[in-house]
């Protein structure tokens, strides 16, 4: 590892020595938030046609509602990561998943589409600061050569998610009421509470710079990059998954009782996804990025091809689940680039995935509406991913210039 590892990843000396065992309890309590979290973003996915007819609204309108969710995220990241600057990173994550709790009972009460899309934007605030301060607690603990994988197990919550809780909260839905799925989210949270309270001792910081001095760090180009290639090139999965459920239900040909399998197949790629992502980043750091970006892009390009059988679908969604390699090994990537801005930068991360977790239902949606039909998705989900690759050599060409010039720098 570099010699200038960044603060927030290296072990301190003031952190207290943790078991193995006490390390795997605290990694399975913040993957636990990561389930909560998992489950609530993605399962309107899977009920988007009962919400729809609950409401009155078409799948595309049911769609401005996971945007909603993701401008949520947008915004709530990075403001509850500043506004919880002088809180111990503990108390910050106990109140930001208490919080979430609360948004997602919100949702299950809500009486009309308008106060649903509010309420969405609510439950959708304290994601990414969570998130954020999630991964570098488990970064904290872990030794830096493992701190890729041990991003990637709280991420592994958000993956296992999509393939047991977002099922599960699906036939629920369908089976008792689309609103009982975001009930069982605000249960889930207030055991993730729960067990938080139980396993994370305290003492878990390290020094945090004053809320200048990070935003300062935060607003660097290298930082900025990393984003705009979650942002931008993240996009083409939540696209093509946002439609999934009308799609395989008006292309593929399933009854609507199929849909959670599609969403299990999701959840297997996810999972699979997560674990190479950290994998990809511990051996090739940055440059795994642009890996997973060209995978992307094949999967996406196959996507229409292969929506038109039961027997290709269930392959190539799974493939589309993959994609979320991406997002560990961004995660990781800003904890080196970030400097002092190691909260906010971590927590906009999330925004960034969100950023694209509302372009890309909003720009298939565009195309649906448009009448290139259901399967666009993926085509337009392609080019999201290749802007993403684009994004990445932008941001490598910076590097490599950045590294010439030290170098000669040193020579002189």
Not at 318 to 346: K, R, S
């Amino acid at each position: 590892m570099p010699a200038n590892l960044p603060p927030a990843a290296a072990p301190a000396a003031s952190t207290p020595v943790l078991s193995p065992r006490q390390v795997a309890l605290i990694l399975f309590a913040l993957a636990m938030g990561g389930f909560a979290i998992g489950t609530s973003e993605f399962v309107i996915m899977g009920l988007i046609n009962e919400i729809a007819r609950s409401m009155g609204v078409s799948e595309p309108q049911v769609g401005h509602v996971i945007s909603a969710y993701a401008l949520g995220v947008v915004v709530g990241a990075p403001v509850l990561a500043i506004l919880g600057s002088k809180m111990s990173r503990r108390s910050l994550l106990l109140a930001l998943m208490g919080f979430y709790a609360v948004g997602n009972l919100a949702s299950a009460m809500a009486p009309d589409y308008h106060t649903l899309m509010l309420a969405r934007f609510v439950a959708g605030l304290p994601h990414g600061a969570y998130f954020g301060i999630a991964a570098l607690v488990a970064a904290r603990i872990s030794r830096p050569e493992q701190r890729g994988a041990a991003v990637g197990r709280v991420m592994l919550g958000l993956s296992i998610a999509l393939l047991v809780g977002n099922p599960l909260a699906t036939w629920l839905g369908q089976a008792f009421g689309w609103r009982w799925a975001f009930a069982l989210v605000s249960v889930i949270a207030l055991m993730t509470v729960a067990m938080t309270m139980r396993v994370l001792p305290r003492g878990m910081n390290a020094p945090r710079p004053d809320a200048l001095r990070e935003l300062r760090d935060f607003n660097r180009k290298p930082v900025w990059l990393a984003l705009g290639i979650g942002a931008i090139g993240f996009a083409g999965m939540f696209c093509v998954f946002s439609y999934l459920a009308p799609t395989l239900v008006n292309v593929t040909g399933v009854a609507e009782t199929f849909i959670p399998f599609g969403l299990v197949a999701f959840g297997i790629g996810g999972i699979i996804g997560t674990v190479a992502g950290g994998w990809l980043f511990d051996r090739l750091q940055f440059r795994a990025a642009p890996v997973v970006l060209v995978w992307s892009i094949v999967v996406l390009l196959l996507f229409p091809l292969a929506a038109r059988s039961v027997w290709t679908v269930l392959p190539v969604v799974v493939a589309v689940g993959t994609m979320g390699a991406l997002a560990t090994i961004l995660q990781a990537h800003l904890m080196d680039v970030a400097a002092e801005a190691q909260t906010l930068a971590a927590a906009s991360n999330h925004s960034a995935f969100n950023m694209a977790n509302a372009l890309g239902p909003w720009l298939g949606g565009m195309a649906i509406t448009a009448g290139y039909g259901w399967t666009s998705t993926g085509v337009v989900g392609a080019v999201t991913a290749l802007f993403g690759l684009l994004i990445y050599a932008w941001a490598r060409r910076d590097a490599t210039q950045s590294e010439v010039a030290l170098a000669m720098g040193e020579a002189e």
